[in-house]
């Protein structure tokens, strides 16, 4: 066993890795990304978009330093760095963070099924099914919460056929000019872009349960880059298949793109993404809260499931009692400055504070 106590049996091959950052990084923000992008930096905000994923390779690069010198996990990093009692308060505010996250996606894609499908259903209904299918899951470790995300990735890839029909309808001239926005607006929009890119952050916590996870580091650094190349290439057909007014105005840029395509036996096939969404998605509830409730077992030496029951009650109580537009307005303004807080300030600093430590040990 590593310092986290995961047996050998528990863990995953380096390999999958790149499905976990892949998986995490293309959720609801590649539905609707284009939009806030295209408000701060209309047709430039390819340059935000590059210069986010180089900021989302630093940052990996900075988490495996960090591991490089202290093996384990986020909270290991934490008590190593800054005592038991300190680095147990900043690992339960990493808690609170992925389950925020977590319960944002949820409450985010109900909100989604309401717009487009099935305005009628409740929101606890739909909540309910999705914590019931993550609970089930999560039963079979962490493995089996891999195995789950390697699927979502392989057999989601067909979507690209949505922007592919989109050139079919494209305007090139839209494309230009470009180089037309001052630098603090393309800062502006690499800040915007950066809130669809996170999830990179969960190896923070699953770190432990990769095999040679030093080796891991490529194959992190990849799905990255994947993330930021499919972002690039939606946010290029959206340039070119919507005026920058239209693109500025549409709510859900990629699912209205999606609506254009006309088949002889599918009338309405952004029926079928947003369902197909769902197997998209699931990562995206599903590793945060498993994240969420491993850190409270870490912590607090108790049964994996105890705390996750808790945070599904908590899930369903906000769907019940408030409207899930509402919710995901409060929770997009408390996760949105807290993840930059966090990803963009915490982790420099605790690297900073561990090279220290070290240091000060070899004298």
Same mark, same amino acid.
């Given at each position: 066993?590593?310092? #986290? $106590?995961?047996?050998?049996?528990?863990? +995953?091959?380096? @390999?999958?890795?790149?499905?976990?950052?892949?998986?995490?990084?293309?959720?609801?923000?590649?539905?609707?990304? %284009?939009?806030?992008?295209?408000?701060?930096?209309?047709?430039?905000?390819?340059?935000?978009?590059?210069?986010? $994923?180089?900021?989302?390779?630093?940052?990996?690069?900075?988490?495996?330093?960090?591991?490089?010198?202290?093996?384990?996990?986020?909270?290991?990093?934490?008590?190593?760095?800054?005592?038991?009692?300190? $680095?147990?308060?900043?690992?339960?505010?990493?808690?609170?963070?992925?389950?925020?996250?977590?319960?944002?996606?949820?409450?985010?894609?109900?909100?989604?099924?309401?717009?487009?499908?099935?305005?009628?259903?409740?929101?606890?209904?739909?909540?309910?099914?999705?914590?019931?299918?993550?609970?089930?899951?999560?039963? $079979?470790?962490?493995?089996?919460?891999?195995?789950?995300?390697?699927?979502?990735?392989?057999?989601?890839?067909?979507?690209?056929?949505?922007?592919?029909?989109? @050139?079919?309808?494209?305007?090139?001239?839209?494309?230009?000019?470009?180089?037309?926005?001052?630098?603090?607006?393309?800062?502006?929009?690499?800040?915007?872009?950066?809130?669809?890119?996170?999830? @990179?952050?969960?190896?923070?916590?699953?770190?432990?349960?990769?095999?040679?996870?030093?080796?891991?580091?490529?194959?992190?650094?990849?799905?990255?880059?994947?993330?930021?190349?499919?972002?690039?290439?939606?946010?290029? +057909?959206?340039?070119? @298949?919507?005026?920058?007014?239209?693109?500025?105005?549409?709510?859900?840029?990629?699912?209205?793109?999606?609506?254009?395509?006309?088949?002889?036996?599918?009338?309405?096939?952004?029926?079928?993404?947003?369902?197909?969404? #769902?197997?998209?998605?699931?990562?995206?509830?599903?590793?945060?809260?498993?994240? #969420?409730?491993?850190?409270?077992?870490?912590?607090?030496?108790?049964? %994996?499931?105890?705390?996750?029951?808790?945070?599904?009650?908590?899930?369903?109580?906000?769907?019940?009692?408030?409207?899930? +537009?509402?919710?995901?307005?409060?929770?997009?303004?408390?996760?949105?400055?807290?993840?930059?807080?966090?990803?963009?300030?915490?982790?420099?600093?605790?690297?900073?504070?561990?090279?220290?430590?070290?240091?000060?040990?070899?004298?």
């Amino acid at each position: 066993m590593n310092q #986290a $106590g995961v047996n050998e049996k528990y863990k +995953v091959s380096p @390999f999958y890795v790149f499905f976990l950052i892949h998986s995490m990084q293309t959720g609801l923000g590649l539905l609707n990304f %284009q939009r806030d992008l295209a408000k701060a930096t209309g047709r430039d905000g390819w340059i935000s978009l590059i210069l986010a $994923g180089l900021m989302v390779q630093i940052f990996i690069w900075l988490i495996y330093k960090i591991f490089s010198i202290v093996p384990g996990d986020i909270i290991s990093a934490n008590n190593y760095a800054l005592g038991k009692w300190i $680095g147990n308060f900043f690992s339960i505010l990493f808690i609170i963070y992925f389950f925020v996250l977590g319960m944002t996606v949820i409450i985010g894609y109900i909100n989604v099924v309401h717009i487009w499908m099935f305005e009628e259903v409740p929101s606890w209904a739909l909540a309910l099914v999705f914590l019931i299918l993550i609970y089930y899951i999560h039963t $079979g470790g962490f493995r089996a919460v891999t195995g789950i995300t390697f699927l979502s990735v392989i057999v989601s890839y067909w979507l690209l056929i949505v922007p592919i029909y989109g @050139f079919k309808y494209a305007d090139f001239t839209s494309f230009f000019p470009v180089f037309d926005h001052t630098l603090i607006e393309i800062m502006k929009g690499t800040r915007n872009v950066s809130l669809s890119m996170l999830g @990179f952050e969960m190896i923070l916590m699953f770190y432990p349960f990769i095999k040679n996870a030093e080796t891991s580091k490529k194959y992190a650094h990849g799905g990255a880059l994947a993330t930021t190349l499919l972002l690039l290439f939606i946010y290029f +057909v959206s340039t070119v @298949f919507y005026s920058q007014k239209q693109l500025a105005l549409t709510l859900w840029p990629t699912l209205t793109l999606s609506s254009v395509i006309e088949l002889p036996f599918i009338q309405r096939f952004e029926y079928i993404m947003v369902s197909w969404w #769902a197997i998209i998605i699931i990562p995206n509830m599903l590793i945060p809260l498993w994240a #969420a409730s491993r850190g409270v077992k870490r912590l607090f030496n108790v049964q %994996q499931k105890y705390p996750l029951w808790v945070m599904s009650i908590i899930i369903l109580l906000i769907c019940i009692l408030f409207f899930d +537009v509402n919710a995901l307005y409060i929770l997009n303004k408390i996760i949105n400055p807290y993840s930059v807080c966090f990803i963009v300030l915490y982790l420099p600093f605790l690297l900073v504070l561990i090279s220290i430590k070290k240091w000060r040990k070899r004298l």
